[in-house]
Nanobody, 126 residues
Framework: QVQLVESGGGSVQAGGSLRLSCAGSGYTASNYCMGWFRQAPGKEREAVAI????????YYGDSVKGRFTISRDNAKNTLYLQMNFTEADDTAVYYC???????????????????WGQGTQVTVSS
């Protein structure tokens, strides 16, 4: 059973930076789709950034391209989301996600991921 624990959320002024971390455990598959989703009040969950641990291109949502960067530290089993040039619209609960995948196929939709963290709040003030 994969367990994901996010940290690093908080408040930041618009234009500032924040780094989210996701500590994972219980991995048994060779490869996973891993990433970050977010949900703002009154809105649907949306994919922010997704990677396949076997390599290949990274998915970024249109609203965060050029501002956010996803990365992994395999030795620490930790996933990161570096958030730069933050905007008020980035305010949301951010969730770390994972799903075992043999091949590189990681649809950016919530239903494609079985494992979710508890979420961490990010608030960007303008």
């Amino acid at each position: 059973q994969v367990q994901l624990v996010e940290s690093g959320g908080g408040s930041v002024q618009a234009g500032g930076s924040l780094r989210l971390s996701c500590a994972g455990s219980g991995y048994t598959a060779s490869n996973y789709c891993m990433g970050w989703f977010r949900q703002a009040p009154g809105k649907e969950r949306e994919a922010v950034a997704i990677i396949w641990t076997g390599g290949g291109p990274t998915y970024y949502g249109d609203s965060v391209k050029g501002r956010f960067t996803i990365s992994r530290d395999n030795a620490k089993n930790t996933l990161y989301l570096q958030m730069n040039f933050t905007e008020a619209d980035d305010t949301a609960v951010y969730y770390c996600v994972a799903h075992p995948r043999v091949v590189e196929y990681c649809p950016p939709i919530p239903g494609a991921f079985d494992y979710w963290g508890q979420g961490t709040q990010v608030t960007v003030s303008s």
